[in-house]
């Protein structure tokens, strides 16, 4: 692993490791496998994971799925799925899902293996939550997928999109971007980043059935990309691509409905350059809250208040690359592991536990095109 400053990053790695063992809180996570949904014809690599060291060692590939832009557990943590952003499978004219199985997570097992794909997709697959009725989703086409214990089975349910932005460039038509699901499990959201909104839906996770319950409307032109819930069950951040802000949302149980609250922007006061909002990261015990933003590349750390879900800034920092596509803390959550898609490599970045300031120097390890990490 190449250091991108070392004496500045062992310093502050020095100063978090001793915070952490004088505190019970963080639990140790030696050895663990960490996945990377990657790019390329490999699709799905394996490294090997040391908190103590905050070392991140290349291991092989895991399976080899094409162009692999998400990977995700099933509840169990049993199965790994993986979306597959591709335009044709087995000859026809949609995206892939594969499902993968190994007995063992621990680092020194051996590699996943392939147990199957379902190509009735929609062309380009993109990310999603699991749960017992996973989704899949891209563009103008939602579509549901049973799981029969976890293993993909063809789709049930679909929903054709039409509604689409003033952003002639991005939202020439419906991109429904992304699932995930409220705090109770009741209901399903879907970012439809060409249409400016969230659809919301009943979900009956029986026969992954989804109704149409609402949605929520954002400001025009702004890509509602990803959608994350707050640990405080009521409060949700809605990450606004094309125009780089967050929605912060109240939830409302009864319903399912999101109202907004207030809108952060990301971008510094002056900047008119490209830039695209990615993806979010809220800590356990939601008192810090991340956010990436891409072309203008930097993270940005908030303080949030738990009870209201309210955001106050810490800063803006590095991201050790270009086009940070996904980004995540380590289960001691000590370090931020950041994928950087177009610099072909994963930052390594110290966290303060007690200011949730994040290290602006940190190290990087080579992974080609990575678009997604997951620990074991």
């Known amino acids: 692993m190449a250091n991108l400053s070392r004496r500045r990053f062992l310093k502050t790695a020095s100063a978090v490791t001793v915070a952490a063992a004088a505190s019970p809180s963080f639990p140790s996570s030696i050895g663990q496998r960490v996945f990377i949904g990657s790019g390329t014809a490999d699709g799905i690599l394996a490294y090997d994971w040391n908190s103590a060291t905050a070392e991140l060692t290349p291991a092989g590939v895991a399976a080899k799925q094409a162009n692999v832009d998400w990977i995700t557990f099933s509840p169990a943590r049993d199965f790994l799925y993986a979306a597959s952003e591709v335009d044709s499978f087995n000859g026809k004219p949609t995206g892939a899902v594969g499902q993968l199985s190994r007995p063992e997570w621990r680092a020194a097992s051996a590699l996943r293996t392939e147990l199957g794909q379902q190509g009735h997709l929609p062309r380009g697959s993109r990310s999603h939550r699991p749960r017992p009725a996973g989704g899949r989703l891209r563009r103008r086409l939602c579509s549901q997928l049973p799981c029969d214990r976890w293993q ?17 460039d991005r939202q020439q ?8 699901f409220s705090p109770d499990n ?18 009956n996770s029986a026969n992954a059935m989804l109704t149409p319950a609402g949605t929520y409307h954002a400001r025009a032109g702004a890509g509602c990309r990803t959608l994350h819930f707050h640990p405080n069950g009521h409060t949700a951040y809605c990450v606004n691509e094309l125009d780089s802000t967050v929605d912060v949302l109240a939830w409302h149980k009864s319903d399912g409905s999101l109202t907004l609250v207030s809108r952060i922007e990301l971008l510094p006061e002056g900047y008119h350059g490209l830039s695209r909002a990615c993806d979010t990261v809220i800590t356990k015990d939601g008192k810090f809250v991340y956010f990436a933003n891409r072309d203008k590349d930097f993270l940005y750390s908030f303080r949030a208040d738990f009870t209201s879900g309210s955001l106050t800034p810490i800063g803006r920092s ?14 001691t959550e000590r370090w931020m592991l950041v994928a950087n898609q177009n610099s072909n490599n994963i930052s390594v970045f110290a966290r303060n536990p007690v200011t949730g300031a994040l290290a602006e120097e940190g190290k990087s390890v080579a992974a080609a095109a990575p678009m997604c990490i997951l620990f074991s």
């Open 318 to 331: 590095n991201c050790g690359g270009k086009i940070p596509r996904n980004f995540v803390l380590d289960h």
């Open 173 to 180: 038509s419906a991109h429904a971007h992304f699932a995930s």
């Open 152 to 168: 993909v089975e063809p789709i049930v349910w679909t929903e054709h999109y039409t509604v689409h932005g003033p952003n002639t």
């Open 186 to 203: 009741r209901f399903a959201y879907i970012n439809d980043l060409g249409g400016d909104c969230i659809h919301i839906y009943h979900l």
